[in-house]
């Protein structure tokens, strides 16, 4: 069965650095978006992508966050300056068309020192 | 009051049991409902898909929704200790869109 990809699996970063979190959508699907879920917490929205533009953001999704979609296959997430509150589980999904059902990925695991 | 409403746990049946997972929401924009399994550190996985108030079944899981009471429900049939793990509800308000709303999540135990 198609599945979303998500790498890296984990990621350790310093407060202040930039990341970059790199996932592969389910082939042919045409909406994007990325979540996350801090440890103990709901999964919140962070933002969706189609037709290589952003489609809807929530407030958490400020200037410090960036989405791309570089080529015909990767969607990544950057993060410009981290902060300790970005330690979170962040996971990409995808969905093939309006109507359809969102796919998850396993998620990259965020911790900021 | 929250939008979306649920109960955490844990819930723990013995095996064979029914299970029953509920979650209000307060927002009648709401359109689309969706029942998610997440295993610990593991991405959701789609479960249950419905739009309609009514009841839809797929083998031992049947979702049920309830717009005009604002409640969803998910039954889980002959439970086996394979599901356990954290289910989550959630739903969306637009067709072409899936900025969709978590519940918190019930942790859910089956003994075997």
């Known amino acids: 069965e198609p599945e979303v990809t998500q790498t890296p699996s984990h990621q350790v970063t310093q407060m202040g650095q930039e990341v970059i979190l790199r996932c592969v959508p389910i082939?042919?699907?045409?909406?994007f978006y990325w979540y996350r879920q801090i440890l103990g917490q709901k999964v919140e929205f962070l933002v969706s992508?189609?037709?290589?533009?952003?489609?809807?953001k929530s407030e958490i999704f400020d200037d410090q966050f960036s989405v791309e979609r570089p080529d015909g296959s990767n969607f990544t997430l950057k993060i410009r300056s981290t902060k300790l509150e970005d330690s979170a589980m962040y996971f990409c999904?995808?969905?093939?068309?309006?109507?359809?059902?969102?796919?998850f990925g396993s998620g990259t695991q965020l911790s900021v020192l | 009051q929250k939008e979306v409403e649920q109960d955490p746990g844990p819930l723990s049946v013995p095996e064979g049991a029914i299970v029953s997972l509920n979650c209000t929401y307060s927002?009648?924009?709401?359109?689309?409902f969706m029942w998610y399994r997440q295993y610990s550190r593991k991405g959701p996985e789609l479960l249950m898909y419905?739009?309609?108030?009514g009841n839809k079944e797929d083998g031992r899981f049947t979702a049920q929704v309830d717009k005009s009471s604002k409640y969803i429900s998910l039954f889980i049939r002959d439970s086996q200790p394979s599901d356990s793990a954290t289910y989550l509800c959630?739903?969306?308000?637009?067709?072409?869109?899936?900025?969709?709303?978590f519940g918190s999540g019930t942790r859910l135990q089956v003994q075997p």
């Open positions: 999904a995808s969905m093939g068309g309006a109507n359809e059902k969102l796919f």
């Open positions: 082939s042919n699907h045409l909406y």
């Open positions: 992508f189609y037709n290589n533009e952003i489609s809807e």
């Open positions: 927002n009648s924009a709401f359109q689309y």
């Open positions: 419905t739009y309609s108030s």
């Open positions: 959630a739903m969306g308000m637009d067709t072409g869109r899936r900025a969709l709303t």
